[in-house]
T-cell receptor, first 114, second 109 residues
Framework: EPEVTQTPSHQVTQMGQEVILRCVPI?????FYWYRQILGQKVEFLVS????????KSEIFDDQFSVERPDGSNFTLKIRSTKLEDSAMYFC????????????FGQGTRLTVV | AQRVTQPEKLLSVFKGAPVELKCNYS??????LFWYVQYSRQRLQLLLR??SRESIKGFTADLNKGETSFHLKKPFAQEEDSAMYYC???????????FGTGTRLTVIP
């Protein structure tokens, strides 16, 4: 069964450093998403991506964040200058159509900013 | 603004007992509601959505617009139902999901 794959599973970085989280969505899916979950809190929407551009973004997704689909298969989330409060589990998801259909989630990347 | 509330962080029931996980939402329009589940060491996955009106793994959920609720129910809980359950909402045509804080269900053998 096809699934969304995220790498790495765990990333530790120093405050102020840039990080790139990688995701390979399911191949025939058209919509891609990033969510995050700070420990003990709810899963929060960051951004959705369709047709090579951002479709929607939340207030969390400020200028420090960017997304890209550089090669038609990978979908990346970049955080330019990490802060301690960026420590969270980051989930990538994809869906065949829009979010009203089933979103398939990756296993997550745990980002720890020290 | 849209909001999803799951009032119980933890819920424990005995095997074979009925289970109900509560979800209330606030939104002035017509949202679409989902239940996602995360079993131990597994990824978040869709359990069911209100537009499908289906029963998955014995679970059902009915959208009650009057009470703005979408409670998840199962008449006889099984041990394998132990998991984290998230209620989620999206708006028609939107490309994001708003999640509740989740309820951890433990089914006691």
């Amino acid at each position: 069964e096809p699934e969304v794959t995220q790498t790495p599973s765990h990333q530790v970085t120093q405050m102020g450093q840039e990080v790139i989280l990688r995701c390979v969505p399911i191949s025939n899916h058209l919509y891609f998403y990033w969510y995050r979950q700070i420990l003990g809190q709810k899963v929060e929407f960051l951004v959705s991506f369709y047709n090579n551009e951002i479709s929607e973004k939340s207030e969390i997704f400020d200028d420090q964040f960017s997304v890209e689909r550089p090669d038609g298969s990978n979908f990346t989330l970049k955080i330019r200058s990490t802060k301690l409060e960026d420590s969270a589990m980051y989930f990538c998801a994809s869906s065949e159509v829009h979010a009203n259909t089933e979103a398939f989630f990756g296993q997550g990347t745990r980002l720890t900013v020290v | 603004a849209q909001r999803v509330t799951q009032p119980e962080k933890l819920l424990s029931v005995f095997k074979g007992a009925p289970v109900e996980l509560k979800c209330n939402y606030s939104y002035s329009g017509s949202p679409e509601l989902f239940w996602y589940v995360q079993y131990s060491r597994q990824r978040l996955q869709l359990l069911l959505r209100h537009i499908s009106r289906e029963s998955i793994k014995g679970f059902t959920a009915d959208l009650n617009k009057g009470e703005t609720s979408f409670h998840l129910k199962k008449p006889f809980a099984q041990e394998e139902d132990s998991a984290m359950y998230y209620c989620a909402l999206t708006l028609t045509g939107a490309n994001n999901l708003f999640f509740g804080t989740g309820t951890r269900l433990t089914v006691i053998p």
